[in-house]
């Protein structure tokens, strides 16, 4: 299976000339690099601005509303239905990130609306579990255990083939790599993730499920991550802004 390598550019960069310019700089060693899946996830204002077609780079969004409108209809100021976003080209949605539990207040209940109506537009979902801190007594393993069940709740079985799960824990986020949470951890938390999901999902597309890591990922630790924590790729943050580390982590992906 393909390794997926994520950026998750957030607010950034702040002109689209850096866009544009982070982006080339991406996809000149993306488009030679045949074992990764990698998607660029930029803020929806530059999501046109990048031409893909028949490229091996895909355009991710960060975000997606829940309701696809009907007869065209779309009375959510400031919101973008997944529709839209497939008719832009975009491949991937990343839904549920930390960043906007915590900053707008997104609910399990909220995550699940918009996995549903990104499922059913035929996107690619990305979504991301993760907790706080981790506590002596283990309560952030039901922290992620709820995050997961509520998150799916009611999807159809069918579209589990295109659902990836992102490990980012909170505490991980926006460091130095080697502040990032060890490889060893990771896989205890995959194994953990997938028991959860086997009776959501089935036995056979849990197995088959990418299980992707986020968190200061970086070229320092990307190797031991996916040989030590067996990820299937990452949810790359900071690092997704510097193409010379960004294509460092394609290059490692492409040979684990
Ligand atoms: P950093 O790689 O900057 O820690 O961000 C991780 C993240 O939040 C990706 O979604």
Redesign the pocket.
Known sequence: MKKLVVA?WKMNPQTIEEANNIFSGIKRTAQKITGVETVICPPFLYISAFKLKDSLVKLGAQDAFWVNPLAGKGPYTGEISPDMLKMAGVKYV?IG???RRENFGETNEMVNKKVKAALESGLKVIL?VGEKERDHEHAYLRFIKTELEEGLRGIKKTNFKNLVI?Y?PIW????KGAEADSPESVLQMSIYIRRVLQPIVGKELTHDLPIIY????EPVNAEAFLKEGKVQGF?????SLKPEQFNEILKIANES
């Open positions: 998750n990343i990130h930390s960043e991301c992102a980012e991980a986020i926006g460091k986020g968190g200061s990922a949810l790359v943050g900071h690092a």
